[in-house]
């Protein structure tokens, strides 16, 4: 089994920063794609950002150029760098992992339990 847990999250105030970690464990051969999903109050679930193997990114429109994301592929690890933050970006972040359990296996996805991300005056 792949397990994947979120940390980081919090309150912060407009114009702050956090950054999420979410680190995978278990029955790992490899992982391709990692990123992250988030959820707000009455919302459905909203793409945010992934990164490929080989470093590839992509993001949101809604936080292209305030949020980065990254990977330490020694460590299973998936970072999010949020800066500039906004009301608006007040939601529970889910990272996920799209993990290879053999060289032979297809990728199956796996998904954390979320971390609430507050941003309030």
């Known amino acids: 089994q792949v397990q994947l847990v979120e940390s980081g999250g919090g309150l912060v105030q407009p114009g702050g920063s956090l950054r999420l970690s979410c680190a995978a464990s278990?029955?790992?051969?490899?992982?391709?794609?990692l990123g992250w999903d988030r959820q707000a109050p009455g919302k459905g679930r909203e793409y945010v950002a992934h990164?490929?193997?080989?470093?590839?990114?992509n993001y949101a429109d809604s936080v292209k150029g305030r949020f980065t994301i990254s990977r330490d592929n020694a460590k299973n690890m998936v970072y999010l760098q949020m800066n500039s933050l906004k009301p608006e970006d007040t939601a529970v972040y889910y990272c996920?992992?799209?993990?290879?359990?053999?060289?032979?296996?297809?990728?199956?996805?796996?998904w954390g339990q979320g971390t609430q991300v507050t941003v309030s005056s």
């Open positions: 996920y992992a799209d993990v290879r359990r053999s060289s032979r296996d297809y990728s199956t996805r796996y």
């Open positions: 278990g029955n790992i051969f490899s992982i391709d794609l």
């Open positions: 990164i490929t193997s080989t470093g590839a990114t």
